[in-house]
């Protein structure tokens, strides 16, 4: 089998080469190469590897920009640095993606998974490419950490763990903080969706956004809507919005 390594990292390209040769004496690696424009050239000047063996990242971007750029016919074992977490939804799509150090059981089972899939599909479909990108996306992204806002002439900053919730009031976006002072912000509700956290933050309805540790109580109501009190208390009722109910639920569940 032949094996194309595309690796940055000089000591990671040679522990790969050594767990392959261990898995495979027979196994030969065709080239082993840093970047995305080298592997470019490389795979439209030479025969279709057997299998590649890619870092997420090379030293001029995300090897994802390949894909982009030539049409790969080969099967792919993908490679990160990212956290375990990551590496379980990259699973999700049916591709194997190792943890970096390589593990020599899981790149033997990668590399056992690969074969058999090859003898039903050659190299990877423009759909896988867009769900790994998407999901590679969504796995690192990075969230906002704090919130600069103004207290009469000065300006401070608030924690996540300090924030309570989120209003909307007249197209005036409050944030509340956990001892129920309050601050108005430069934000949208919506604008906030996208930037905080889902594990810990969630859009109640068109007005809130809430903390988990915001939660005091959730009473049900007879017409099986959902009644949410916070803490600080706020001086009107709020209530889950009917389609966001289930969504709801499955968040206070995780």
Do not use: C
Not at 7 to 22: F, G, N, P, V, Y
Not at 103 to 111: I, M, P, Y
């Amino acid at each position: 089998m032949n094996v194309l390594i595309l690796e940055d990292e000089i000591l990671s390209a040679q522990r790969a080469k050594t767990l392959l040769h261990e898995h495979d004496p027979t196994i030969s690696v065709m080239e082993t190469i840093d970047s995305v424009e080298d592997a470019t050239d490389w795979l439209s000047r030479n025969p279709e590897p057997d299998l590649m063996l890619v870092d997420i990242h090379l030293s001029d971007g995300l090897s994802f920009d390949l894909f982009k750029k030539i049409q790969v016919k080969s099967p792919v074992i993908f490679t990160t640095a990212y956290d375990q977490y990551a590496i379980q939804a990259f699973k999700m799509n049916s591709i194997d993606y190792l943890l970096k150090p390589l593990d020599k059981s899981e790149l033997g089972f990668a590399l056992g998974k690969f074969n058999a899939l090859s003898q039903e599909r050659k190299g990877l479909l423009t759909s896988d490419i867009q769900r790994i990108m998407q999901t590679f996306q969504t796995s690192t992204k990075k969230y906002k950490n704090r919130f600069l806002v103004k207290f009469g002439d000065n300006i401070q900053f608030k924690n996540m763990d300090e924030i309570a919730y989120f209003f909307a009031d007249d197209k005036i976006t409050y944030l509340v903080s956990n001892e129920g002072r309050r601050f108005i912000i430069d934000y949208k509700l919506e604008q906030l969706e996208d930037l905080l956290d889902p594990q810990f933050f969630f859009r109640l309805n068109r007005k809130f956004v809430i903390n988990i540790d915001a939660v005091q109580k959730i009473k049900t109501l007879m017409n099986s809507r959902l009644q949410v009190f916070l803490k600080p208390n706020f001086e009107q009722d709020i209530f889950v919005s009917k389609e966001k109910m289930s969504e709801f639920k499955t968040w206070l569940d995780q």
